[in-house]
């Protein structure tokens, strides 16, 4: 306790970042060589659906079954990437076939998909699709996500369910979503209603840009819609379904902390790419 509360006065010094750095490092290079251990010389299709994955056994199987395998021609490879947890969230990926990467420990949901880029681009995909793990994204809207894209209005596109149906009931959270949104056009200088969405799709270019400019590990969808504005990407988005979660809890905590990490990750990003444009000019 007296460690916990000793960190909350101190800023770590510069080997433990540096230690903690190497640690990712490590784990992220583990997680790299068990997928290609496990999927040698592997290419993906044009379009990989990536979910990002953290203690959802009773939930990614029926989302794993609903996930298209083609869009028109274009065919659907499926890529999940689990990290830690103490549940069988990996192995029900496994199960349904789908590609799967597992990392040893929880890095958050920002890292993994940092990582299901990475993997997404390696192998050969054009396109990526993210969605949610715990049902509250409706993978037969893909194809609506998608198309933008296919028709050269976007670079990348993010659900709403604004615009669309949101099936759940709290005001609060709606609330959130409405002024998260609106301080985040502001700051971007987009016209985006649910910019928190992570239903998202990408130009497999526009994530090769964006990529190593992301550090959000868990809190990470202002990030990645800042930093592609930033960088001039057209970005618009499409009316869809908001479920309720298909069981258990957010892993974002409850409104409060969730609004509060979330405000966070806006203002450093901000900061970063404000500060970032000044240092090159
Ligand atoms: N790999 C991974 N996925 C995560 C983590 N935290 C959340 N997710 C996944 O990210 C998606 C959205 O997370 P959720 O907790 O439902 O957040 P919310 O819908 O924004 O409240 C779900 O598929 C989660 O399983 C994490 O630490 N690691
Ligand atoms: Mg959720």
Redesign the pocket.
Known sequence: MATQRHRWITLPDSRSKRRSHALVTYVLDQARSDFQARYPNVRFGPVVGL????Q?EDNIGDVLKSMPTLLGDLEVTTLV???GGSDNTAQVSLDAGVFTCVLPV?L??GA?LRLGYELASAHGAHYVVTL???G?NDPGEMGDLLQPILDDTSDFVIASRRLGTDQTTDLFRRAGVRFYASTLNAIAGQRLTDSSN?YRAFRIDVLDDIVSHLVQD?YQTSEVVITASSRGWRISQVPTMWHP?ASGT???GGNLVFGFNYARAILTTWARVTLGNRTRR
């Not at 979910?51 to 953290?54: D, H, S």
Request: proline share 0%; aromatic share 4%.
């Open positions: 979910l990002a994955a953290y959802e990437v689990v990290d929880n958050g949901q993994a949610d793990a715990d509250q992570g868990q979660r957010s892993k974002k």
